[in-house]
């Protein structure tokens, strides 16, 4: 796979190297050279989601990695289903939240994980990472026993929910964590420090593993098929699919989807009251208002980051932004979708709930609609429970984690002192 950097298109690099370097110059996004259409949809699409998998990755991919490596990194990164769920006759939700962490970012970080181990070259690697919850999560899962592999997760200490906290604070091995004396802020600033610092980079061999990565759009591209696949036969060709945004990298890899021929009719971008995107397509002014706290809270972006992609996918394929529908909720709407989706006998969180609301606005009468589910309703139980009326059950993994020590260290939010715990 060849890939180029959005800013400056004279830097060029394979998928190993924009998997290890994750941006370009001048902060540029990577963004693959050609997307050229599988020539067998229709088949793959009988295919259970691994293997059908494998086939997309090594499409993208080419032959950087050999099928047989290929198929074992999928294997172990894609462990948990995607289920496609019946709402009614014309509205399905895609559950994209039964992996570990039980939110959709476990496609993307247990994919990216497999690809730095399988892709680094020996030397050892340490992922730095500062994490306001659900990151952390997914990426300490992601990386656990991995080998050759460190991982280490700063988080502002008493300022994250306790459950949460404990997701990735009580798995030791190969992640450690640090509860920072400080805010969120502080936390950036430190690994922003790190990063700053060639001494420690060249001991510990720094990746900072964020959410631009190729490798992890590429994963989130295979669940778009599995949501076409899971349909009945009839209504494949009909579907506009919703998607609760942020950054915009799950609307991305959709758009790619699309772009390798899957039959997806529209998308719909579902914000909250971040709602830069949806008021771009509808002025053409790029405007970014402050970021506000909503009950969405991991779309809390007003400068989402990967919405450069968006643009310039649209550019190569000679698509119109305008053929993406769009639209925000606000929290008192968000809640109502909720409720109202519950009456019909669907438990949903308020990213899935925007989704499903703004399908229903968009959604033309011969069509079928599929909206995301982004996380897991129990992943937001405080404001799910509160809205519906309800006391939903923890799942599995968030009861035995919460039963579970926590590992954690305290440090202050002091450079030095973050430095000398690393190095030894
Ligand atoms: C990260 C996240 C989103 C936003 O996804 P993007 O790819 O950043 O647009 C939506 N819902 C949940 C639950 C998330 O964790």
């Not at 198929?71 to 992996?99: C, I, Q």
């Not at 809640?335 to 438990?347: C, E, N, T, V």
Request: hydrophobic share 45%; proline share 6%; charged share 20%.
């Amino acid at each position: 796979m060849k890939l180029y950097n959005i800013k400056d298109n004279s830097e060029t690099i394979n998928f190993a190297g924009a998997v290890r370097q994750g941006l370009g110059r001048g902060q540029g996004l990577f963004f693959p050279e050609s997307l050229n259409p599988l020539p067998n949809v229709d088949a793959l699409l009988e295919l259970p989601l691994v293997p059908r998998s494998v086939a997309i990755l090594q499409h993208l991919i080419g032959d950087e990695i050999p099928e047989s490596t290929l198929a074992a990194m999928v294997e172990r990164a894609f462990t948990f289903p995607a289920p496609l769920v019946k709402v009614d006759d014309h509205t399905y939700a895609l559950e994209l939240f039964h992996g570990p962490t039980l939110a959709f970012k476990d496609f993307g970080g247990r994919f990216m994980a497999q690809c730095l181990a399988t892709l680094s070259d020996d030397g050892k690697i340490t992922i730095l990472t500062a994490t306001s919850g659900d990151t952390g999560a997914a990426v300490a899962h992601a990386f656990y026993g991995l080998p050759n592999i460190e991982v280490v997760i700063l988080y502002p200490e008493g300022k994250i929910s306790p459950l949460q906290e404990k997701l990735f604070t009580t798995l030791g091995g190969n992640i450690r964590t640090f509860a920072v004396q400080g805010d969120f802020d502080a936390c950036q600033a430190l690994v922003k420090q790190a990063f700053d610092d060639e001494e420690l980079k060249a001991a510990v061999g720094l990746n900072s593993a964020n959410s631009i990565n190729i490798s992890r759009l590429v994963a989130q591209v295979c669940y778009y098929f599995e949501a076409v696949a899971e349909l009945p036969a009839e209504q494949r060709h009909k579907a506009v699919i919703a998607v609760p945004s942020g950054n915009f990298g799950n609307l991305t890899a959709g758009l790619i989807a699309k772009a390798l021929g899957l039959p997806v009719k529209r998308f719909v971008a579902a914000t909250n009251a971040n709602d830069t995107v949806p008021r771009y397509l509808e002025s053409g002014n790029w405007d970014p208002h402050a970021t506000v706290a909503t009950l969405s809270n991991a779309m809390d972006v007003s400068r989402p980051n990967n919405w450069p992609r968006v643009e310039e996918l649209c550019r190569v394929k000679g698509w119109k932004l305008s053929d993406i529908a769009s639209g925000a909720l606000n929290d008192e709407q968000t809640k109502d979708a909720l409720k109202r989706l519950f009456a019909q006998g669907y438990l949903c969180e308020p990213h899935g709930a925007i989704a499903w609301e703004l399908l229903n606005k968009e959604r033309g009468k011969d069509e079928v609609g599929i909206f995301l589910c982004t996380a897991h309703p129990a992943k937001f139980k405080e404001s799910v429970d509160e809205i519906l009326g309800q006391d939903i059950p923890l799942p599995g993994p968030l009861a035995k984690h919460g039963a579970m020590e926590s590992l954690s260290e305290v440090i202050p939010a002091d450079f030095a002192a973050l430095k000398a715990k690393m190095m030894k």
